[in-house]
């Protein structure tokens, strides 16, 4: 993230107001010139020198009538002043710089209508398939997000460096593929969605359920995820897929308030004080998993997930859930799209509804298919089953290969202590 004069930063005040703005305006403002000059990656470097301005001048001057709209006229002079540089090797810079000289920018008087579709652009073109999964994430992070790279590193527990230069590759190899800055044509944009939501799923996935480190759930990144489904609910109202999506966001994460004690520590679903759950986030779920029933024909991959996790939010306790509809639910999200997690899931659903001798020969088939090798869920579910049962010399050692394969340092310490109890 580019930084101003660090005597010029000295309103603590100021500079928060920046950083406010530029985490709300960010993307209208990359939007609206990647529209303008259309050049993806040099709008993203026109707003970041925006941004650097404003960290020199809010705090000194205040901070502006219209926050966006004046990040965007620095965003076109800079980019007017570059095409200008340019205008004596390349007669088409002359031109661009002539056709942004006209006139000056007020983002309060520009069409809604095109500052959503600028949105929506940007998200597509973040997620392009011609990217990594790995860089449609930074990239969705920096330039829809807001956030920095220091944010996307913390979040996901990498150096800066490597956040810095997935994202430089990733503008190269869009500028390279060519990908137009634009809203995907309708024939193709079902299969594009797919990448959008499934990079916003990734976002939340890892701050809900951190993958390492010394912290359960990631708020910050979580919420962003949340933020991010909830501008796409928006924008494409009649995709029931996204209101899955923002559906099994919301609901999610209204079980965060009881899924920590207060050291932080895990508190697993049968002990979660449910009164703490937040209600107005399961509110807000299931209006959208309604509007995700009412626009589409069936529910779909997130639709399913987010009606999971709707029956756990109406039930009492985990004893009164209704663990069939659960199994069920599970099983149609096998055949629409297969998966060891799934599975296991299921399993899981099963050894609630039938017992654990019932779910124990899915969790050995899974074992014996190799598919979660190197993951730490397969044997916690097993050592759990198998505990239930009685088996305690063998669920000890499952539990075992499931603390050495646990990356998270909470999650962990509750499979030590479920293998200490044994």
């Not at 205008?87 to 056709?99: I, K, N, S, T």
């Not at 809203?183 to 797919?194: A, K």
């Not at 004893?319 to 060891?340: I, Q």
Request: charged share 25%.
């Amino acid at each position: 993230m580019a930084r101003g004069d660090g005597a010029a930063l000295s309103d603590p005040t100021g500079r928060a107001a920046v950083a406010a703005v530029w985490r709300i305006e960010s993307a209208k403002v990359v939007g609206a010139l990647a529209r303008y000059t259309g050049d993806f990656a040099l709008a993203e470097d026109l707003a970041q020198e925006a941004f650097a301005e404003a960290l020199v001048t809010w705090p000194r001057d205040g901070v502006p009538r219209n926050p966006g709209g004046w990040l965007l006229t620095v965003g076109r002079r800079r980019a007017i002043d570059a095409f200008r540089r340019r205008a004596a090797a390349d007669e088409r810079y002359a031109a661009l710089a002539r056709d942004l000289g006209e006139g000056v920018v007020d983002a309060g008087e520009t069409d809604p209508d095109q500052i959503d579709d600028d949105v929506l652009a940007l998200m597509f073109v973040s997620c392009h398939p011609v990217l990594s999964p790995e860089a449609r994430v930074a990239l969705t992070l920096r330039v829809v997000g807001g956030l920095t790279s220091d944010e996307i590193a913390r979040a996901f527990l990498v150096p800066t460096a490597t956040v810095q230069a997935r994202i430089t590759r990733a503008k190269k190899a869009l500028g390279a593929a060519g990908v137009p800055f634009e809203v995907p044509p309708p024939e193709e944009r079902s299969p594009r969605l797919g990448s959008v939501l499934s990079v916003v799923y990734v976002i939340f996935t890892e701050g809900s359920s951190a993958s390492s480190g010394d912290r359960l759930i990631r708020f910050d990144l979580a919420g962003e995820a949340q933020r991010l489904a909830r501008v796409l609910a928006r924008l494409m109202p009649g995709e029931p897929e996204v209101h899955g999506l923002l559906a099994l966001l919301e609901l999610t994460a209204a079980r965060f308030p009881a899924r920590t004690a207060p050291d932080g520590s895990p508190v697993l679903l049968e002990h979660q004080d449910r009164r703490r759950w937040d209600r107005s986030a399961i509110v807000r779920g299931r209006a959208a998993l309604a509007r995700a029933e009412k626009v589409g024909r069936g529910l779909g991959y997130y639709g399913l997930q987010a009606a999971i996790a709707e029956c756990h939010a109406v039930a009492p306790s985990v004893e009164e859930t209704d663990w069939g509809r659960v199994v069920m639910l599970y099983s149609a999200l096998g055949r629409l799209a297969p998966s060891p997690v799934v599975d296991l899931n299921r399993a899981v659903a099963v050894s609630m509804a039938q017992g654990p001798a019932a779910a124990l020969p899915i969790v050995d088939e899974l074992a014996g298919s190799g598919a979660l090798a190197g993951s730490h869920l397969l044997p916690t579910v097993r050592g759990e089953l198998l505990t239930r049962l009685g088996r305690v010399e063998e669920a000890r050692v499952e539990l075992g290969r499931a603390v050495e394969l646990c990356g998270n340092e909470r999650e962990r310490t509750v499979l030590q202590r479920k293998l200490d109890d044994l």
